[in-house]
């Protein structure tokens, strides 16, 4: 049974900072694009951060330079380091992996697996 579970989000104060972890069981990560999407209610989800089995990183335009994602293999976990926050990252936040070496697609719906989601607040 796969399993993907995030923790440390929460509320903060426009400009401060929040890191997430998501803790992966029942795969082995080092094979596995990960992801980290967003959403708000009536919004589709989006894709905030991507890194390849390769360590190659993506961001979404408006929070490259504040976050930094990461993976560590060797602990089955995705990190996401996010900074300077503004009001506007404020959503429900998805970790994500899918079975592809080397890339990642940006589409939501060829990830196979993901988290319950974990809810991060920025008031302004």
């Known amino acids: 049974q796969v399993r993907l579970v995030e923790s440390g989000g929460g509320s903060v104060q426009s400009g401060g900072s929040l890191s997430l972890s998501c803790a992966v069981s029942?795969?082995?990560?080092?094979?596995?694009?990960l992801a980290w999407f967003r959403q708000v209610p009536g919004k589709e989800r989006e894709a905030v951060a991507t890194i390849t089995t390769l360590g190659i990183t993506a961001y979404k335009v408006s929070v490259q330079d504040r976050f930094t994602v990461s993976r560590d293999n060797a602990k089955n976990t995705l990190h996401l380091q996010m900074a300077s926050l503004k009001p506007e990252d404020t959503a429900m936040y998805y970790c994500a992996a899918v079975n592809a070496r080397g890339w990642c697609p940006g589409d939501p719906d060829q990830f196979a697996y993901w988290g319950q989601g974990i809810l991060v607040t920025v008031a302004s």
């Open positions: 029942g795969i082995t990560v080092s094979g596995y694009c």
